[in-house]
């Protein structure tokens, strides 16, 4: 067993997939396209801004053919769907506005891990900007692609070789990983970076600080949940299957926070 610092933080995950051959063995499973890159830019912002958010990316590397951006997220945000839409169509207009019309020879992709998971629970989900026909055939128009990874709803049907990369980052979570279960060298090379002893002093202090700016987060995001989900109680138009969806709340919690409402 090897003792390694979780990739739930994000200056940990970025130290890992920033190496060159880590990210693009990433890219090549998930997307199956092999870029040819030397650099990954970590915190990647255009200047000047495009639109009225000044949008920042976690990791963001580009070839002549493709423009890849990988974030994280482990706090469950209520809008992330949106949040990561607006990152990816940010990345695409950055491209036009240098192009000499509106189909640029590069495809750009994104790629968000949730570490925590999801309210919809489900290991891989795809948003495709291509066109399809009422039969649900794909115009072959539009390659720009969104993929959210979510390693906490791994499972059987999981296609390889995404799980052995979703297992090595649930893997991580505890701190501790086999690496006899893995074979893939760059997961292996992936481990070999985060290892608890190469964790550099301000490396742990940007961990606690996440984790501490991470917990206030998360207090006050279930107090947002519990808030709306008595709202619906007290409306009583919902299930309690309606309301635990909508809230991410699970079913017992619904029932405590119902009996207080008596």
């Known amino acids: 067993m090897k003792e390694v610092a979780p990739l739930r933080y994000g200056v940990i995950f970025k130290k890992a997939f920033c190496?060159?051959?880590i990210f693009t063995a990433f890219v090549r499973d998930f997307l199956d396209i092999r870029m040819s890159i030397s650099h990954v830019e970590t915190e990647k912002a255009f200047s000047p801004p495009i639109g009225r958010v000044?949008?920042?990316f976690d990791l963001f590397a580009e070839d002549r053919e493709n423009r890849v951006i990988v974030d994280i997220?482990?706090?469950r945000y209520p809008d992330h769907y949106h949040r990561f839409l607006y990152y990816?169509?940010?990345a695409m207009m950055e491209m036009i506005a240098g192009s000499g019309n509106y189909e640029p020879e590069t495809r750009v992709f994104t790629i968000v891990v949730l570490t925590s998971g999801d309210r919809h629970k489900k290991d891989v989900g795809v948003t495709s900007f291509d066109p399809v026909d009422l039969q649900g055939r794909p115009?072959?128009?539009i390659?720009?692609?969104i993929l959210h990874i979510c390693p906490k709803y791994l499972n059987e049907e999981t296609p390889e070789p995404f799980r052995e990369w979703m297992l090595a980052m649930e893997d991580t979570l505890d701190g501790l990983v086999d690496e006899s279960a893995y074979s893939c060298p760059e997961i292996l090379e992936l481990f070999r970076q985060i290892e608890k002893d190469g964790i550099s002093p301000k490396e742990n202090a940007a961990m606690k600080d996440e984790y501490s700016h991470r917990q206030l987060l998360d207090k006050e995001y279930?107090?947002?949940r519990k808030d709306t989900a008595v709202n619906l109680i007290r409306m009583g138009a919902l299930t309690e299957e309606q309301i635990s969806q909508a809230t991410g709340l699970s079913a017992e919690d619904i029932r405590q926070l119902q009996i207080r409402q008596t």
Do not use: L, M, S
Request: glycine share 10%.
């Open 139 to 141: 115009y072959g128009e």
């Open 19 to 21: 190496v060159p051959e």
């Open 73 to 75: 997220q482990h706090i």
């Open 54 to 56: 000044d949008t920042r």
């Open 88 to 90: 990816h169509c940010v």
């Open 222 to 224: 279930d107090k947002g």
């Open 143 to 145: 390659p720009h692609r």
